[in-house]
């Protein structure tokens, strides 16, 4: 019987237009341009205007994939987010329905910074069982929702943004074969990175409620701790399963919390720190999207080439954490996730003269237009 791995098909990535610099923030915080960027590595971060949602994200990132893989549709859509745009339902069925997905089975993923890693995991499985031969997998997050603009410690580092993956059935010793995986949780920790309002917990608990309850918070030095000897951990542990060496990896990229801890990270993993994959200076942490965001500009400005041994790894809410490897194959180029959306294409069989590109929350039952991209 022949084993079926997730091979990679397609990255895709896209950020939200608004720009927010650190002297943007600096005139309403007790903040600076030098305090934010020896602390964090961060120059600029992407957010959602008014009217945008995770959805709209996810929905752009998801079209740079499949047009990157060549391929029109998937069997399956994951969506990783920590910001869905409804408690319920799921994101991911609109996001399908908006790709002209209607029918494939769409599902969220709730993992918080290691939902992407988790969320490849799951889809690995769909693929691994024959329930799909194509999937589509989603970091999508517009953090800005959940943050509070008067806490430095967050309002500094949280952004939007949404990253894609389209993976296909394939051999495991092809390359942009995924695997193995590691994945880990520690529910002890629950509280040090949380968004404590807005649950059955919270609703049920018969109590006020603090409005400050509704944004984002973290124990930043417990975080620290746990994020680099749980990332490291895991690291270890999926390149040992692989049969590679430490030294043999090209390129680690992890979640994109802060520099200091990616940072922290290639010390621990005993890497040169050229090797960590990082763009946070340019689009700050953006939560499920931050793996997939940064593997997508590292393809599109040749940071990462067909060949190079790559390692993923991620740490986040719950806490969860989780790695996995593979050899990155040559892809069709991709677009870099700050390139504005390119306009749509009118495919108007009937000739009915309707305009068939709907407006930004409108499904549509068109498919996305992904032919072969040319060289």
Known sequence: MTTRSAVLAGVGGWVPPRVVTNADLSAGLDTSDEWIRS???IAQRHLVDPGMSTADLAVEAARRALTSAGTPGVDAVVVATMTPDRSCPATAP???????LTGVAAYDLGAVCSG???SLATAAGLIATELADQVLVIGADALSSVTNPADRTTAVVLADGAGAFVLRAGGPDEPGALGPFDLGSDGGGSDLIQVAAGGARQRLSGRPTD???FYFTMDGREVFRNAVTRMAASSRTVVRRVGWQLDEVDRVVSHQA???ILSALADELDLDRKRI?????RVGNTGAASIPLAIADADATGVVT?????LLTAFGGGLTWGSTVLVWPRLRPAERPEDPPKPAVATD???????PAPAPHQPTSEPPVAGPATR
């Open 349 to 355: 069989p009937a000739g009915t003269g309707t305009d």
């Open 258 to 260: 802060n520099i200091r």
């Open 277 to 281: 994959v990082s763009n946070i200076d």
């Open 39 to 41: 602390r964090t590595g």
């Open 306 to 310: 067909a060949g190079d041994r790559v």
């Open 116 to 118: 992407f890693v988790y």
């Open 94 to 100: 609109e996001v399908a329905s908006r790709l002209g």
């Open 211 to 213: 409005p400050a309850d």
